[in-house]
């Protein structure tokens, strides 16, 4: 009976452990419900993994698990936690003390990651992991109390190890009542997180688009082929890529945003309300928007119709010049409510392009993950240097004197859209039929536009495709070429030539630090 009770001991501290951390973690969701979605504690390591993964790391999630990214994060903090305290649990077994004080530790780390997250700007943030760690630790040391109760006489069960007995009807009983509490917590706090955004969810809904003033020609008849497996010419915005460092994607209440433009030559500071907004005059555009983090060939391209409040009107409003009319600021640096921030050239900005801050996304208000209610968009740059979601505040400043979140982690300062073209058909692998095989993809070059794309089988001669009609410079072009397939493997290549003259270079790059280059090639067999 006592080796049976002293071998059941160990899996049972390590329960113990497992049930302290899910404790813990309950009740700091539901503290955080009180406090902020963002400083909880699995959200807030997560954020502050982040913040610190190294660019190329970063790079590599967001090529493998994409927009699933965030998920195999969580879920891996998630584990690890899991781990830690299953081994706590053992720990306290032996050292009550040391298990219990091992999860307030924890609950310090969570802390620090809450309030050292740049949306941060309250101590109250640490809160939910203190709470959590707490609770953990106390549950931890009672339900390690159960399995450790000194034999009858001792003072101290550590006076005689091996003779403790143990309170299993205590300790079911505490463990139980533990997982059925905590459950309980972390079921209340995710549902009070969820309802906490209904808010900008309700105010999402009251949107009316307004028509624009200056409204977008319809798509050429001609821009969109017909070929099976070519990308959409727009993309509908359930499919368009997403990329950000948002765990929970901001819920913002269009009826509470602002947006105050202020810094270096602003003569005038401007605030805009959303209504601010719709009371302008809109333009409607349509937009290639890029990441920087896509490789040759990858997925982090989409082409949408936005509808928006020119910048450079807002910006001219403010008093403010570009550099080459003598503004003091090159640099326009917006910041969001995650506490992003994206610097862009105040001379692309102000140049004439279609640079603006889009309410309006193929036709709906902006989509939460895609920046609702407002997000800036600058045609020809990639995302991190012109896009900022869910943006708050634009700063004029310079490029010497800030350098923003991407910039910060080795990303270039500027860093305009590179000429590139994929292949979306035949995909890699297939085993098309010998015959005509249709090959056909897209080529962006936004904001220089597309003048020719070819495409070269094997190493044989460069084949001129044909051109899909231009929307506008600002999109993505499509374009495809017959092909008298024969069998037997083959290397398909695609190269684009801008406006400028430009021919797409085989030089390969990395991603980092300003955009990949070199030439989509896909491999198929025929048969
Ligand atoms: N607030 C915020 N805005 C952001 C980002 C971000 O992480 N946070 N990522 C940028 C990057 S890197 C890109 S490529 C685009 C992607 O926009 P999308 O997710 O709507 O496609 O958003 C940009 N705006
Ligand atoms: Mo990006």
Request: net charge positive.
């Amino acid at each position: 009976m006592k080796i049976w009770s002293r071998g059941i001991r160990l899996p049972l501290a390590a329960l113990s452990g497992l049930l302290a951390g899910f404790a813990a973690l309950a009740v700091a969701e539901l503290v955080s419900a009180v406090v902020r979605p963002e400083a909880g504690p699995v959200v807030a390591v997560g954020g502050a993994a982040i913040d610190r993964t190294p660019p190329a790391v970063k790079d590599w999630a967001i090529r493998h698990f994409g927009t699933n990214d965030k998920l195999v994060l969580q879920l891996g903090i998630v584990a690890v936690l899991g781990l830690l305290a299953l081994a706590l649990g053992v720990l306290a077994l032996r050292h009550r003390r040391i298990g219990a004080a091992g999860v307030l530790l924890f609950g310090v780390v969570g802390a620090l990651a809450a309030t050292s997250r740049p949306d941060s700007d309250s101590s109250a943030d640490a809160l939910p992991s203190v709470a959590g760690a707490l609770v953990g630790a106390v549950l931890l040391y009672w339900l390690i109390g159960r399995l450790t109760l000194p034999p009858r006489g001792a003072r101290d069960p550590a006076d005689t190890p091996g003779e403790q007995g143990w309170d299993r009807r205590g300790f079911v009983i505490a463990a139980t009542a533990a997982a059925a509490a905590s459950a309980g917590a972390g079921l209340v706090g995710r549902s009070l997180n969820s309802s906490r955004g209904a808010g900008a969810v309700a105010s999402r809904g009251k949107v009316v688009l307004p028509a624009p003033a200056s409204a977008a020609q319809p798509v050429p008849a001609g821009a969109a082929l017909h070929v099976p497996g070519i990308s959409p010419f727009i993309t509908p915005n359930g499919d368009f890529y997403r990329v950000d460092t948002a765990l929970v994607v901001p819920k913002v209440d269009a009826m509470d945003w602002k947006l105050t433009i202020h810094g270096k030559g602003v003569g005038r500071p401007v605030t805009v309300t959303f209504q601010d907004l719709l009371n302008r005059r809109l333009i409607e555009r349509d937009i290639t928007l890029t990441c920087v983090s896509n490789e040759v060939g990858g997925p982090y391209v989409g082409n949408a119709r936005w509808i928006g409040v020119r910048l450079a009107d807002l910006l001219k409003e403010a008093g403010v010049k570009p550099p080459s009319r003598g503004g003091p600021a090159d640099q326009l640096v917006a910041r969001s409510v995650d506490g992003m921030t994206i610097g862009s050239p105040v001379e692309d900005v102000m140049d004439g392009r279609d640079a603006m801050l889009a309410i309006g996304m193929n036709g709906e208000p902006l989509p939460f993950a895609h920046g609702f209610p407002v997000r800036m968009l600058v045609p020809g740059l990639y995302g991190y240097v012109s896009a900022c979601k869910w943006i708050k505040d634009l700063e004029l400043t310079t490029f010497d004197s800030y350098d923003p979140y991407w910039v910060k982690r080795t990303w270039a300062r500027k860093a305009p859209i590179k000429t590139e073209s994929r292949i979306d058909t035949p995909k890699p692998f297939a085993r098309p039929k010998a015959g005509t095989v249709m090959i056909a993809g897209v080529a962006w070059a936004q904001h220089r536009g597309i003048d020719k794309v070819e495409i070269q089988v094997d190493d044989g001669p460069w084949m001129p495709a044909d051109l899909a009609a231009e929307d506008t410079s600002d999109t993505w072009r499509q374009w495809s070429r017959p092909w008298n397939a024969t069998s037997g493997g083959h290397t398909l290549t695609v190269r684009a030539t801008d406006r400028t003259g430009q021919v797409q270079t085989e030089e390969r790059t990395d991603t980092i630090p300003d955009g990949a280059s070199g030439r989509h090639s896909v491999v198929i067999t025929v048969d």
